[in-house]
Every structure is written in C-alpha cells, then in structure tokens.
C-alpha cells in the first residue's frame, strides 16, 4: 500500500479498489444458497415462505422509533432524518415497511441483506434503497473491510464500501458473509422438498398408485415399451382420473393398494412443517400449523414468538444501524418497539397497570403513554366566586 494510502486509510477513507487491482480479493460466490435449493426454490414450500413472511412483516409492522442518550435517560427525537424516513418513505419508490420486509426476508432466505445507505450533500441521511443479495458480489480489501460489487442489471457495477451500506447478516462462519439457515440445514430442507414433491407427483398421477398389467406368456421389449407408452398416455394423469380400462388378448390388471396414509406422506408432510418452523424458531400455530394446538399454547404462542424470535432480529437491526447509519459514538439509536407484541392479554396488562399505579411506581399519564394514549388534560380549577371570599376582620 503506498504512504498515501495508508495515510488516508488512518483517518477513514478507503480505497474503491476495482476487479483488476490485486489488493483485493473476492469471497465465495453463490454463498447463503443450500446445495442444489436456491433461496426462490425454496419459497415453494409453504412453510418457507409463511415463516419469512411472519417474521419479515411483524418487524415491518412495529414501529420504528430514534432517541438521544442524554446521560442515563434517553429522549425520542422526533425530528431526526431516519424518523422521516420512516414516516415518508426510504426513497420514492419504497415505504418504511416494504424496506423492513424485503431486509429481513433476505437475511433470513440467503443469510444476508443489504441497503445502500444514500446521503445529501452535506452528509446527512436522505433515503435508503434495498439490494438484492442475487445482484451483489463481496469483495475483501486488503484492509480487511468488505465493499460490494452491486450489478444494476443492464450490464452496469458499482461499488460500494462498508460505510456506504447496511449490511444485515444471518450467523457467520467467517465473520464476513451471513449463511442462511436454510443452507446450514440443508438436508432437512431437501428432505421436505422431497416429501413435497413426491407428493405433487402423486397427485399428479390422480393420486392413484402404480399396478401391474399381467400378460399371458412373453412379450419382447418393444411390446412392454409400447403397451406402457400407450397405458400412461391414456391413463396417467390427474385430468385422467378414473377413466375406463379396456384390456385385450387376455391382459389383466391388478392395482397396488397404496394409500397416502399407508406411505406416511401426510405425517412426513406435517413433520416438515415442524422442522421448518424450528429451523425458523416460529411457533408452528403463528403459520397456521394447529395440529397439536391448544387454547393455552396458541395463547403464548405470540408472546414466545416476540421473545425468542422477533426481538434478536430486532436487536440485530438496531445494532446494524448504529453500526452504519449513525455516527460512531454518537448519541443517536433506533429502537424497533415490540411492546405491541409483550403486553399479553388486556387482563393481565391492566392488573399489572394496577399494581404499577398502587406502589407508585407509574402514574396515570405513564400508563396512558404505554397504552399509546395521548395524556389526560389537566382540569383547570373552579373559579373563586364572591360567596367563597373569605370576610376580614
């Protein structure tokens, strides 16, 4: 590296290395895919895309709030350009919750999401725009710091630095780049494709199992070819579905009894709902899986779902935009507010207000803030009239 790079580098500034410069040297292609199961292939199953698609929009749904540490106590700032952001729209072409959503989803179907993070004139945040990982190739400085390589489509690249982007990782192996869980699980996941699609097969084939045409003495091997050519373009199919054999020359058919029930493709089909859900930690009945549900576990499914799967991506989140949207040691943080999703149930909210307001530990206006309520006016005095004036003397 030559003096005045090192010189630069010193106080922040990094070089935009490019393809041909040697200082640089490019990560893993295709990195956060499972073998063989791209992240689009794997949205086909069900419970992939309804686990995302829970996670990826509760945290789009919450609302995004910025506060100042003053000290101890922290203070909302109202005016800050990320709460506009939120409030109008990361750029012109995406709102707030489509941004948090298409963030999220890509993190959590390819390990990895990324955000160019676009700055005015005069360095202060102006707009946000999402990248998909399929049109990003990482790069390694020689400084160690990572800049992405970003594909526009039409044939154009540009790069951009670490600064310049958020980058939102799933659990790393290097440190660097995110792998999704559907690649670290990756035999799981095949086998609930498989499940899946031996049972589009079935029915595909009318869900009628195979049998067997018993033909008195020998045939050659272009007479098994055709007869079986023409049984399946007769036969086979669901739009074919209990059509009428017609058998000759003393051939007759014997079916194979073959349920779905007795190949467990319904039990192996339900069970895959349960390991994608785990590798996803979404309570099964928060997608719609109430096989083994009961009214007291769907009541704690929410609260489980907030606590253990929501609020780390959201810790994630805040942490990312300290990281890259703030300035470094600066006052300044976002918080995603679950409250929504941890208050439990109104009665045990209320009881738990009560015994707040009795220990003096809230007052009313603290509660009605928690409630997302506007504080109760003050009631102005009655006015001292004549007869109330206390005579002298």
Same mark, same amino acid.
């Given at each position: 590296?030559?003096?005045?790079?090192?010189?630069?580098?010193?106080?922040?500034?990094?070089?935009?290395?490019?393809?041909? /410069?040697?200082?640089?040297?490019?990560?893993?292609?295709?990195?956060?895919?499972?073998?063989?199961?791209?992240?689009?292939?794997?949205?086909?199953?069900?419970?992939?895309?309804?686990?995302?698609?829970?996670?990826?929009?509760?945290?789009?749904?919450?609302?995004?709030?910025?506060?100042?540490?003053?000290?101890?106590?922290?203070?909302?700032?109202?005016?800050?350009?990320?709460?506009?952001?939120?409030?109008?729209?990361?750029?012109?072409?995406?709102?707030?919750?489509?941004?948090?959503?298409?963030?999220?989803?890509?993190?959590?179907?390819?390990?990895?999401?990324?955000?160019?993070?676009?700055?005015?004139?005069?360095?202060?945040?102006?707009?946000?725009?999402?990248?998909?990982?399929?049109?990003?190739?990482?790069?390694?400085?020689?400084?160690?710091?990572?800049?992405?390589?970003?594909?526009?489509?039409?044939?154009?690249?540009?790069?951009?630095?670490?600064?310049?982007?958020?980058?939102?990782?799933?659990?790393? +192996? /290097?440190?660097?780049?995110?792998?999704?869980?559907?690649?670290?699980?990756? +035999?799981?996941?095949?086998?609930? /494709?498989?499940?899946?699609?031996?049972?589009?097969?079935?029915?595909?084939?009318?869900?009628?199992?195979?049998?067997?045409?018993?033909?008195?003495?020998?045939?050659?091997?272009?007479?098994?070819?055709?007869?079986?050519?023409?049984?399946?373009?007769?036969?086979?199919?669901?739009?074919?579905?209990?059509?009428?054999?017609?058998? /000759?020359?003393?051939?007759?058919?014997?079916?194979?009894?073959?349920?779905?029930?007795?190949?467990?493709?319904?039990?192996?089909?339900?069970?895959?709902?349960?390991?994608?859900?785990?590798? %996803?930690?979404?309570?099964?009945?928060?997608?719609?899986?109430?096989?083994?549900?009961?009214?007291?576990?769907?009541?704690?499914?929410?609260?489980?779902?907030?606590? %253990?799967?929501?609020?780390?991506?959201?810790?994630?989140?805040?942490?990312?935009?300290?990281?890259?949207?703030?300035?470094?040691?600066?006052?300044?943080?976002?918080?995603? +507010?679950?409250?929504?999703?941890?208050?439990?149930?109104?009665?045990?909210?209320?009881?738990?207000?009560?015994?707040?307001?009795?220990?003096?530990?809230?007052?009313?206006?603290?509660?009605?803030?928690?409630?997302?309520?506007?504080?109760?006016?003050?009631?102005?005095?009655?006015?001292?009239?004549?007869?109330?004036?206390?005579?002298?003397?």
């Amino acid at each position: 590296m030559r003096l005045a790079d090192r010189i630069l580098s010193s106080f922040g500034y990094e070089k935009r290395a490019d393809a041909t /410069d040697p200082s640089w040297a490019a990560l893993a292609p295709g990195i956060g895919y499972p073998a063989g199961l791209s992240a689009r292939h794997a949205e086909n199953m069900s419970a992939v895309l309804a686990c995302t698609t829970a996670i990826a929009t509760a945290l789009a749904y919450v609302p995004a709030l910025v506060y100042r540490r003053e000290g101890d106590a922290r203070v909302e700032v109202a005016g800050h350009p990320l709460v506009r952001l939120t409030r109008a729209g990361v750029n012109e072409a995406m709102t707030w919750p489509e941004f948090v959503e298409h963030l999220v989803a890509s993190t959590l179907l390819t390990g990895n999401g990324l955000a160019e993070i676009i700055r005015a004139g005069n360095g202060q945040l102006s707009g946000l725009r999402y990248i998909p990982w399929g049109m990003v190739t990482v790069a390694e400085l020689a400084s160690g710091r990572l800049a992405y390589d970003v594909n526009d489509g039409r044939g154009n690249m540009r790069r951009l630095l670490a600064g310049e982007v958020i980058h939102l990782r799933d659990r790393t +192996d /290097d440190g660097k780049i995110g792998l999704s869980r559907l690649s670290r699980a990756a +035999d799981a996941v095949n086998a609930v /494709d498989l499940a899946n699609r031996h049972a589009r097969t079935f029915l595909a084939n009318g869900a009628a199992p195979s049998g067997v045409i018993e033909v008195p003495g020998a045939m050659t091997q272009d007479q098994r070819t055709n007869l079986r050519n023409a049984f399946q373009g007769r036969h086979g199919g669901a739009d074919k579905a209990g059509s009428t054999l017609v058998l /000759d020359g003393g051939m007759t058919w014997r079916g194979v009894s073959l349920s779905p029930e007795d190949s467990e493709l319904l039990e192996t089909r339900k069970f895959g709902i349960i390991e994608i859900c785990r590798l %996803f930690q979404v309570p099964p009945p928060i997608v719609q899986a109430y096989e083994n549900n009961t009214f007291t576990n769907a009541a704690q499914a929410g609260l489980w779902f907030a606590t %253990f799967c929501l609020a780390p991506w959201a810790r994630k989140i805040e942490a990312e935009f300290a990281r890259s949207v703030f300035p470094t040691n600066g006052p300044y943080e976002l918080e995603l +507010d679950l409250s929504g999703f941890l208050r439990g149930d109104p009665e045990t909210r209320w009881q738990a207000h009560e015994i707040a307001l009795r220990n003096n530990v809230l007052d009313a206006n603290e509660v009605r803030q928690i409630e997302g309520w506007n504080p109760r006016a003050e009631t102005p005095a009655p006015p001292v009239t004549d007869q109330e004036v206390p005579a002298n003397g």
